[in-house]
Nanobody
């Protein structure tokens, strides 16, 4: 049974950093694209970043480029989202998702409908 579990969220001041983890089980992790999404209160879920199965291709939404870095360790079945220089507008529930078919290369990032497997999310609150 495919399972994704996010962790690492919390309360951080503006300008601070957090690293989110996405622990996977029940499938061949290295063959799946991992996407990171977020949903702020009252807003639609939006794409944040993605990483290909090998880790060789990544993608970022413009609002996080230069601040966030996605990575994965296939030996540990875990993906990461390092978030630096956090802003209040980064406050949201962050989700990781897995797909064998989603696009992930530069500006070409699959939408949420490309992903059929989701974690339950972890809350990130950026506030002073």
């Amino acid at each position: 049974q495919l399972q994704l579990v996010e962790s690492g969220g919390g309360l951080v001041q503006p300008g601070g950093s957090l690293r989110l983890s996405c622990a996977a089980s029940g499938f061949s992790f290295g063959t799946y694209v991992i996407g990171w999404f977020r949903q702020a209160p009252g807003k639609e879920r939006e794409r944040v970043s993605c990483i290909s199965g090998s880790g060789g291709s990544t993608g970022y939404v413009d609002s996080v480029k230069g601040r966030f870095a996605v990575s994965r360790d296939n030996a540990k079945n875990t993906a990461y989202l390092q978030m630096n220089s956090l802003k209040q507008e980064d406050t949201a529930v962050y989700y990781c998702a897995a797909s064998q078919f989603a696009s992930c290369s530069g500006i070409l990032m699959g939408t949420a409908t490309s992903y059929g497997n989701w974690g339950k999310g972890t809350l990130v609150t950026v506030s002073s």
